[in-house]
């Protein structure tokens, strides 16, 4: 009874715990803990006891023993109820003191957006320092730009029979068939030849860039080069970037001259309307800024092009399906990447009233 009326509480402690004895040659046992303990020492003698906190709401007691004269440590079963501050507070003891962003994890299509802008960052960089690998380059762009040609020429010369068809019907009934080459000739420098150009290339070089890199990165490969002493960026997206802008207005250039070939003729052929005129019609129609315009249009897609098969094929996860959906992303990105940047820059280059048809009526 005397025993029992000399209890002290001596801390609350968080956690489950079981009863341990408090004395000279004696420890206290391991509470059961959660992921980061918190320490609490105890100085008896020339010995340091420790004790672990664990998750509840505990009482530690110190009773004294008649025995042997030394105290025994005891807990109590009874739990406590904690207010929101101690239970917050038992929170931010659980996480280590981590805050709430400590353990969100960003959503993969913000990452790899941030992964595009990052990279076209050390392209750019890397050009400027003259990091480039000349041969690398060279087979790239023996790959965008002679082995694009055929698919390229093909597609321009049916998207300009096409439109030769609605502009002849329409134009003839009002009289105008002398005006139709100058809207042709401003139609395909302006927007169709390096559109469909760019289009072209997407599906054809982008994909293969983004399946490429995909799976040396689900290979390891690229961890390889790291390895080796090499730069992925130097040795497997500058070449591809440089090379893209390097093609793609060769290639306009090329697709804007079959197109207007085959649209020529289609004139000439099925709605009699001779090649001369066409010619002559666009001639008077087209300024030298049109074509540089192309150019421009050409060689900024050709960067986004690269740049977001390359971002997307080096961020690619889980195998041979992770490498099927990085390429299918890539090639659509790719595309409103182009359309965005070709509205973007036609704004830009040609604003308020225009007067190319006057010379054509």
């Avoid at 010995?47 to 025995?67: G, T, W, Y």
């Avoid at 507070?89 to 990452?111: C, D, I, V």
């Avoid at 997407?202 to 399946?211: D, T, V």
């Avoid at 098969?309 to 890539?330: D, I």
Wanted: proline share 3%.
């Amino acid at each position: 009874m005397q025993a029992a009326s000399h209890c002290y509480p001596l801390l609350h402690f968080f956690g489950r715990g079981r009863s341990s004895k408090l004395s000279n040659h004696t420890t206290v046992k391991i509470l059961s803990l959660n992921r980061i303990p918190q320490k609490f020492d105890f100085n008896q003698g020339a010995q340091i006891q420790k004790v672990l906190k664990s998750c509840k709401l505990k009482r530690f007691c110190v009773i004294p023993n008649s025995n042997d004269g030394y105290p025994s440590l005891s807990v109590s079963e009874e739990d406590t109820t904690t207010s929101i501050k101690d239970t917050s507070m038992a929170e931010e003891w659980e996480n280590g003191g981590e805050t709430f962003l400590s353990k969100w994890s960003p959503p993969r299509y913000l990452w790899r957006g941030l992964s595009v802008l990052i990279l076209a960052g050390q392209v750019i960089i890397r050009i400027i320092k003259g990091k480039i690998h000349w041969r690398n380059t060279l087979q790239q762009l023996e790959r965008v730009g002679p082995k694009s040609v055929g698919v390229c020429l093909l597609t321009a010369a049916f998207v300009g029979m096409a439109f030769t068809i609605q502009f002849v019907r329409e134009f003839t009934r009002l009289g105008l068939n002398r005006s139709v080459g100058g809207v042709l000739a401003l139609a395909f420098s302006r927007e169709l030849s390096p559109v469909v150009t760019s289009i072209v290339v997407a599906g054809r070089i982008g994909s293969a860039f983004a399946a490429e890199l995909g799976t040396m990165q689900v290979s390891e490969q690229t961890d390889t080069l790291r390895v080796l002493g090499a730069n992925p960026v130097d040795y497997l997206v500058t070449p591809r970037v440089i090379a893209s802008c390097i093609a793609l207005p060769f290639l306009t250039l090329m697709c804007f001259t079959l197109g207007m070939a085959s649209s020529a003729l289609l004139a000439d052929g099925v709605y009699g309307i001779s090649i001369n005129i066409i010619l002559d019609s666009a001639q008077r129609a087209l300024r030298s800024w049109d074509i540089v315009s192309a150019m421009i249009k050409s060689q900024v897609f050709g960067a986004i092009i690269s740049i977001i098969s390359c971002a997307w094929g080096v961020t690619t996860m889980g195998g041979a399906k992770g490498v099927g959906e990085s390429t299918t992303s890539a090639v659509v990105l790719s595309l409103v990447g182009i359309f965005i940047a070709d509205f973007a820059l036609s704004y830009c280059f040609f604003q308020g009233a225009g007067d190319s048809l006057k010379n054509c009526v």
